[in-house]
């Protein structure tokens, strides 16, 4: 059952107790070290006790009655309940008694209870309360001393912080480390708040940092030392910074924060400092290592320093076992890489990076294979490559999870510097060559893009690849695979040789010709085989001579074995209904029979023949495809194109032939360069300048602007506000206005609004509301619930709202994935004196909208046809818009939906009736969005067409084709 109220008591600075006290909780006895709050609730189905009650309960009730009685007293106060008169109860009941939960309780209760009266003056009960709080601070117990001593952290009293001064400082040469450490605290706070009580603070903490021993309690001295007197600090690191090495973790990393401080506050004090730095390098925590090295990079730019940085990162990398540590280092080390002056220091340790690739995570290969391209230079292109073709060559022999994935991760990374480092590519493309016959066709696909492309960029070794493909092509069984390959030999096929080796192997991987003719002949000996009965069993018997010399009769039933004959691979692709490939051979006969007759060598006679076998082969395939064989008939477009290529070897003309000899090269030419040109472009986008003009405007970091990122970098502060979401640049210049929802209108008894707040992975509601009625509202409570992925990470605590006042009310909704979600619920409260039952008010509700967590990401062509095949979900949307440009409704679209075109700009240029493009983005829970845009505009001048959208989920395919809709018009 879950409890109808829970309230949650903020205890002290540094959390007393930091479990459930309440042992009907089902989270009781459940203790937290981390906590600094205490969780108390209070069963909906029990009355709430009166004031004689409890009194009568604390008086003559034995210890668990006085701590059931304490539980509640606390939950009624947090409520809003007063209880003036039960305070001396309290003090002459509960006080004296030594039990430790009891003692805790307490301690909470002197909290939360009012120490003040009407006139502000303190209470004079308050005088035993603090006598009391003296004697705890002598208790023999430590751990009623500790936490008396967390509880004073949060107690602002002048009048009974100082009897207690004496006693506080006492507990600073107590034997346990437990009181020391809480004592230190206590004294921080103290000073802070009212620094007249100790002046000499600093100089006490730092004699008493000198002599101490226990780890824990020196990190809390440092800590103050830092806070109120960062001299005496770096005095004492000075003279310790030999020994920082042997320190314990927790103090180091106080250490290093407090060098980056001050080293960014006084740059002066670098050079004193930076060695210390340098020695937590080698810290044997990784925490430390981490911290250790992102200081150093902000203290200095040397190259030396950025190297034993950089080594550090890799080293944590390699070393820890946590797939989040390495992806999170990664990250730093990208963040490095973007930086153009620590770039040249990293491609130094471009083969040290190579090392992470033994992590089994496919994500953080994957990131290590990208900063490994990025940092790939001429000088060690050769080494990089050595170690991705070993890599390759373990895929084969060892056999792991997604060992398919890591090999297209591999082949792709090689593809790009077969293509950026020419002078490797001899040492590329044979090896990759062989993956031709990869059982993965993901990976056999980059393999022929690769190498098509490296016939166009390598003339050199066109001969080489021309010889492996012959060799290669009668074992390639994948479509995709097989049109690339045909491509390629229809285009750097040039002599009659390589022509004419061409056309054997399609003649080989179709079989004997006609297909139709064959195959009827093949099923008719089939079926007479059957009626004869060749393939009964047959009653075989034989005379044996046993062991002791007498005669046997042995019998036996034999069968010929039926071998089913397999079909050429060409030939069975056919008859499986894959027509387009029958289409691109038809297309690449036809060239190779243009550039056949081109040629001075072949008479005559052996050109005609040459072109009727290449018609032969054209009118095999469209017969097969009418025939009714295949298990898909040939659909239109094959047949067309079927028919076109037919017709060009009947009647061939000038242009057709300057169109299949020359055109389509020029084509994949201009294709290769653009890729390039789009592939430098986006390098030069990514790229940081450091120039600086004669006029630029000086940077002061006390002044900079929230979107001034560089230096964020640099502070811790900052790094914190960056993983809560805050430092969003786009977001600062939003008004907090746009995300206030009205939830109640203006006439309801309670008003109530919203600031909804968007973080990455979840979502917070800031409430507030008014009493709009000259009454008391008691128990008021904020009931929300939940549609779609949202999930409510805690319940409202209740409050009591007096006359025209009002409260604020936060709420936490986490969300889990990237889908339209709804929170509703409504506000219920009692009215002070009223007999009647609860009321009740209805919120609005308050839609979460999708584009807060979708962003504009890129992927290649590839990449993005082989997820619109793989994803299932689809929702097609009708364009009705009332924008006139093409265009204009592709800009609209990409406002209104956070996606990316993939589509290039030269694609969408020019002026024309049709526009079709690719659309693509990632949401924040690494899900993918794919959209397809189909518009043209009609004679009437609308725009109409339609858009598919696609994902792997359902939820994201809804939630962005609603915003589609909502959207069509400007």
């Not at 103290?190 to 824990?216: G, H, M, R, V, Y």
């Not at 008391?776 to 006359?803: F, M, R, V, W, Y």
């Not at 609860?838 to 590839?862: F, G, K, Q």
């Amino acid at each position: 059952r879950i409890p109808s109220v829970v309230v949650f008591c903020l205890l002290l600075l540094f959390g007393i107790g930091g479990g459930c006290i309440n042992s009907k909780s089902p989270t009781a006895g459940k203790m937290s070290s981390d906590a600094c709050y205490t969780l108390i609730n209070a069963p909906e189905d029990q009355e709430p006790p009166t004031e004689q009650q409890l009194k009568s309960d604390l008086e003559k009730g034995k210890v668990d009655v006085k701590i059931e009685a304490m539980k509640k007293i606390i939950t009624l106060i947090m409520a809003g309940e007063r209880f003036p008169s039960i305070l001396m109860t309290i003090i002459r009941f509960v006080m004296p008694n030594d039990d430790h939960q009891l003692k805790k309780l307490l301690l909470i209760y002197w909290e939360i209870a009012p120490k003040h009266g009407p006139d502000g003056k303190l209470l004079h009960e308050m005088i035993l309360v603090c006598d009391a709080y003296r004697k705890d601070l002598q208790h023999p117990n430590e751990f009623i001393r500790g936490c008396t001593l967390r509880f004073l952290c949060k107690l602002k009293e002048t009048e009974l912080l100082e009897p207690l001064m004496p006693s506080i400082q006492l507990c600073l040469q107590h034997r346990h480390p437990y009181v020391r450490r809480n004592a230190v605290l206590a004294i921080l706070t103290i000073f802070k708040t009212n620094e007249d009580l100790i002046p000499d603070a600093p100089e006490l903490i730092a004699e008493f940092l000198e002599n101490e021993q226990n780890a824990s309690c020196k990190r809390n001295a440092f800590i103050m030392l830092i806070a109120v007197d960062q001299g005496r600090a770096l005095d004492y690191l000075a003279t310790c910074i030999d020994q920082v090495q042997t320190f314990n973790d927790i103090l180091q990393l106080v250490i290093v924060e407090l060098v980056h401080k001050v080293c960014r506050t006084d740059p002066s004090q670098r050079s004193r400092f930076i060695r210390c730095i340098y020695n937590l390098l080698d810290s044997e925590s990784g925490a430390v290592r981490y911290d250790a090295a992102a200081t150093l990079i902000t203290l200095s730019s040397a190259p030396t320093a950025i190297e034993a940085a950089a080594k550090c990162y890799i080293e944590l990398i390699v070393k820890e076992s946590d797939n989040n540590i390495k992806l999170i280092v990664l990250d730093r080390l990208m963040d490095l890489k973007n930086h153009p002056t620590h770039e040249r220091v990293l491609q130094n340790l471009a083969m040290d990076i190579m090392n992470v690739l033994a992590a089994p995570d496919l994500e953080v290969r994957k990131k290590t294979l990208d900063l490994v391209q990025d940092l790939t230079t001429n000088r060690n292109v050769q080494e990089v490559v050595q170690v991705l073709q070993k890599e390759v060559s373990k895929t084969n022999s060892e056999n792991f999870d997604k060992v398919s994935e890591y090999r297209q991760m591999l082949v792709r990374c090689l593809h790009a510097f077969g293509v950026k480092f020419e002078n490797v590519a001899p040492l590329i493309v044979p090896q990759l060559m062989e993956f031709l016959v990869d059982n993965s066709e993901d990976s056999a696909i980059d393999v022929i893009l690769f190498v098509r492309e490296a016939f166009e960029r390598l003339p050199e070794m066109r001969g080489q690849m021309l010889s492996t493909l012959f060799d290669t092509f009668g074992t390639i069984q994948a479509s995709r695979v097989l049109c690339s390959t045909m491509w390629i030999l229809g285009e750097y096929c040039q002599s009659a040789e390589t022509i004419k080796n061409a056309v054997q192997c399609f003649r080989t991987g179709m079989g004997a010709l006609p297909i139709v003719d064959t195959e009827l002949h093949a099923m008719a000996e089939a079926e007479e085989a059957a009626e004869r009965g060749d393939d009964q069993p047959k009653l075989v018997t034989k005379t044996r001579i046993t062991a002791d010399g007498t005669y046997a009769t042995e019998s036996a039933y034999t069968t010929v074995a039926k071998t089913k004959q397999e079909r050429p691979p060409i030939r069975q692709l056919l008859l499986d209904g894959s027509f387009f490939m029958g289409a691109c051979m038809a297309n690449c006969l036809t060239k190779l029979n243009i550039r056949y007759q081109g040629l001075s060598g072949p008479s005559p006679a052996e050109k005609n023949s040459f072109t009727a076998e290449c018609m032969l082969c054209c009118s095999s395939i469209v017969h097969l495809g009418k025939s009714g064989l295949p298990s898909t008939p040939i659909d239109d477009d094959s047949h067309t194109r079927l028919m076109s290529c037919l017709a060009v070897l009947a009647n061939p003309t000038e242009v057709i032939n300057e169109v299949f000899s020359s055109l389509c090269h020029a084509s994949f030419a201009e294709m290769l360069a653009a890729e390039a040109k789009l592939a430098e472009d986006n390098k030069v986008k990514k790229q940081k300048f450091l120039d600086v003009q004669a006029d630029d405007l000086i940077n002061f970091r006390a002044l900079r602007a929230q979107d001034d990122d560089e230096e964020d970098q640099e502070d811790f502060d900052a790094q914190l506000t960056k993983a809560t979401g805050a430092d969003d640049a786009a977001k600062a210049h939003e008004s907090k206005l746009d995300k206030v929802k009205q939830l109640t209108g203006f006439s309801d008894a309670v008003y109530a609004e919203a600031y909804v707040h968007v973080n990455q992975y979840d979502i917070l509601l800031d409430v507030i509301v008014v009493n709009q009625t000259p009454d008391t509202l008691q128990n008021l409570t904020l009931e929300l619930a939940t549609l779609g992925d949202l999930k409510l990470t805690e319940k409202p605590s209740a409050h009591t709202i007096g006359p025209h006042d009002f409260a604020n009310i936060k709420a936490n909704v986490k969300v889990t994935s990237t889908e339209t979600g709804i929170i509703f619920g409504n506000i219920v409260y009692d009215v002070s004196g009223a007999a009647s039952d609860r009321s009740v008010v209805v919120l609005n509700d308050i839609h979460i909208d999708i584009m807060d967590y979708i962003s504009p990401a890129h992927c290649t062509e590839n990449a993005f046809r082989a997820m619109w095949t793989e994803f299932e979900w689809e929702n097609k949307v009708a364009v009705r818009t009332s924008i006139g440009s093409l265009r204009g409704y592709l800009d609209h679209l990409l406002k209104c939906t956070n996606m990316a075109c993939l589509t290039p700009e030269s694609g969408l240029e020019g002026d024309c009736d049709f526009l079709a493009a690719n659309l693509y983005a990632k949401s924040a829970f690494g899900e993918d969005a794919l959209a397809n845009l189909s518009i043209d505009k009609g004679e009437d001048g609308k725009v109409t067409g339609h858009i598919r959208i696609r994902s792997k989920t359902q939820g994201i395919a809804l939630s962005l084709g609603d915003k589609i809709q909502l959207n069509q018009n400007e």
